[in-house]
């Protein structure tokens, strides 16, 4: 269902009802793979059947990602239109610093990521690698973003970690090997930054104050 209102919600930006930014969760947890992905190759299906998980193929690429305990976005706009207006770079870094501002004032110094090369590779874990203009704490991934434009719209869509759940990914794989020591030294997660419970409405209400401004 969170994935098709996001396109449905991408086919409303592309007829001029943009641009739009929806904050969204998961019940129950799934996988979402990225949609040059082979879901065989990508995630062991059985194992997520037998655990409760579902699997979605997402519009964007990218890889695999569990949302659990995290706060999903997605942003729309039409061809020409705010972010999209510019190059794919430029409008990634663009989002990238809206998500930074709303996380900044929710209490989390967040970092854009600057480095010139995207992830490499289709299969494995998301936040097991740190692409250009995503978002890390303390050198570590917090955000995982993608994003692609069809239709004559900009989508990109990603997932802020709440806690560590993300981490159970790793029994997920077909060949976890050395990707779950990877995982947990390259991601971090908001339970690390805040002190109390992480409150996903309040940061849903400070992203959207971000990206409205």
């Given at each position: 269902?969170n994935?098709?209102v996001?396109?449905i919600?991408?086919?409303?930006?592309?007829?001029?009802?943009?641009?739009?930014?929806?904050?969204?969760?998961?019940?129950p947890?799934?996988?979402?793979?990225?949609?040059?992905?082979?879901?065989?190759e990508?995630?062991?299906?059985?194992?997520?059947?037998?655990?409760?998980?579902a699997?979605?193929?997402?519009?964007?690429?990218?890889?695999?990602?569990?949302?659990?305990?995290?706060?999903?976005?997605?942003?729309?706009?039409?061809?020409?239109?705010?972010?999209?207006?510019?190059?794919?770079?430029?409008?990634?870094?663009i989002?990238?610093?809206?998500?930074?501002?709303?996380?900044?004032?929710?209490?989390?110094?967040?970092?854009?990521?600057?480095?010139s090369?995207?992830a490499?590779?289709?299969?494995?874990?998301?936040?097991?690698?740190?692409?250009?203009?995503?978002?890390?704490?303390?050198?570590?991934?917090?955000?995982?973003?993608a994003q692609?434009?069809?239709?004559?719209?900009?989508?990109?869509?990603?997932?802020?970690l709440?806690g560590?759940?993300?981490?159970?990914?790793?029994?997920?794989?077909?060949?976890?090997g050395?990707?779950?020591?990877?995982l947990?030294?390259?991601?971090?997660?908001?339970?690390?930054?805040i002190?109390?419970?992480?409150r996903?409405?309040?940061?849903?209400?400070?992203?959207?104050q971000?990206f409205?401004?």
């Amino acid at each position: 269902m969170n994935m098709a209102v996001d396109d449905i919600l991408l086919d409303a930006a592309r007829a001029g009802g943009g641009p739009i930014l929806r904050t969204y969760g998961w019940d129950p947890p799934a996988v979402s793979i990225g949609y040059a992905q082979r879901a065989d190759e990508a995630i062991d299906i059985e194992r997520c059947r037998a655990q409760g998980i579902a699997l979605v193929r997402r519009t964007t690429g990218g890889r695999a990602v569990l949302h659990w305990n995290e706060l999903t976005y997605s942003f729309h706009c039409a061809d020409g239109e705010g972010p999209a207006a510019y190059p794919l770079q430029e409008a990634s870094r663009i989002l990238g610093e809206c998500l930074a501002d709303g996380l900044r004032r929710f209490g989390v110094d967040a970092s854009l990521e600057r480095g010139s090369s995207p992830a490499r590779g289709r299969l494995g874990a998301c936040f097991a690698s740190t692409a250009r203009c995503e978002l890390t704490c303390g050198g570590r991934k917090l955000v995982g973003s993608a994003q692609r434009r069809t239709r004559g719209a900009l989508l990109q869509h990603g997932s802020i970690l709440a806690g560590p759940e993300h981490l159970l990914l790793t029994q997920l794989l077909p060949s976890p090997g050395p990707v779950e020591t990877s995982l947990a030294g390259a991601s971090t997660h908001l339970g690390d930054w805040i002190v109390g419970p992480v409150r996903l409405e309040s940061l849903a209400h400070h992203l959207a104050q971000a990206f409205g401004d």
